[in-house]
């Protein structure tokens, strides 16, 4: 999991109401990504920043929002606008230059909607 | 445009003999390739990582891939399983133009099971 946090571990919510993930990396990358993982579906992007205050919507944006106005924190909110949160969500961070590519991942968020 | 394919969704193996997960790729660029491994509800760990330098990449665990151009397929391989190797493997894909912020395709995972 390297230098990347991720709160709440497990999330409850239900239905109707927003809720935003947390992710805080201190490996001083430029990049941040958030993921969603469903079962047997591999991971789906559904935000990505390359700099702070810039974001850009992934493959699934829609009922998601975030904001970057740190270096070190992505936060993700799901909101009501979501017709299927309930998931695993991965936050990655990384660099973007050839060399140094890599995404490393936090250990991840678990959100039911009751 | 880019792809990965992992040829099996489940591998079942007995713990001291070889594993093998297939990855086979399709990339309009030079790709940067990986290996990660995720354990239940655990985040993703990096395994390897091809960048065109050796095409026979080491990584950690005792795991190691080769990078086949004329085959497309990097394909992942460990000569003696263990138990603590029960997990999820996926193969990922990077796009190698700066426009696309790194974006990483990821295959469909592999199971593996280990039995005692």
């Known amino acids: 999991d390297g230098g990347i946090t991720q709160s709440p571990k497990y999330l409850f919510r239900k239905e109707g109401q927003n809720v935003t993930l947390s992710c805080e990396q201190n490996?001083?990358?430029?990049?941040m990504y958030w993921y969603r993982q469903d079962p047997g579906q591999g991971l789906r992007l559904i935000y990505y920043s390359q700099i702070v205050n810039d974001f850009q919507k992934g493959d699934i944006a829609e009922g998601y929002s975030v904001s970057r106005e740190k270096k070190e924190s992505f936060p993700l909110t799901v909101t009501s606008a979501q017709k299927n949160p309930t998931a695993f969500y991965l936050c990655?961070?990384?660099?973007?230059?050839?060399?140094?590519?890599?995404?490393?991942f936090g250990p991840g968020t678990r959100l039911t909607v009751l | 445009a880019q792809s990965v394919t992992q040829l099996d969704s489940h591998v079942s193996v007995s713990e001291g003999t070889p594993v093998l997960l297939r990855c086979n790729y399709s990339?309009?660029?030079?790709?940067?390739l990986f290996w990660y491994v995720q354990h239940p509800n655990k985040g993703l760990q990096l395994l390897l990582k091809y960048t065109s330098a050796a095409t026979l990449v080491k990584g950690i665990n005792g795991f190691e891939a080769e990078f086949k151009k004329s085959e497309t397929s990097f394909h992942l391989t460990k000569p003696s399983a263990h138990m603590s190797d029960a997990a999820e493997y996926f193969c990922v894909v990077s796009a190698q133009f700066k426009a696309a912020g790194n974006k990483l395709t990821f295959g469909g995972g592999t199971r593996v099971l280990v039995k005692p």
């Open positions: 990339s309009s660029y030079s790709p940067s």
């Open positions: 490996l001083n990358h430029d990049a």
């Open positions: 990655a961070s990384g660099n973007r230059d050839r060399e140094t590519d890599t995404q490393y």
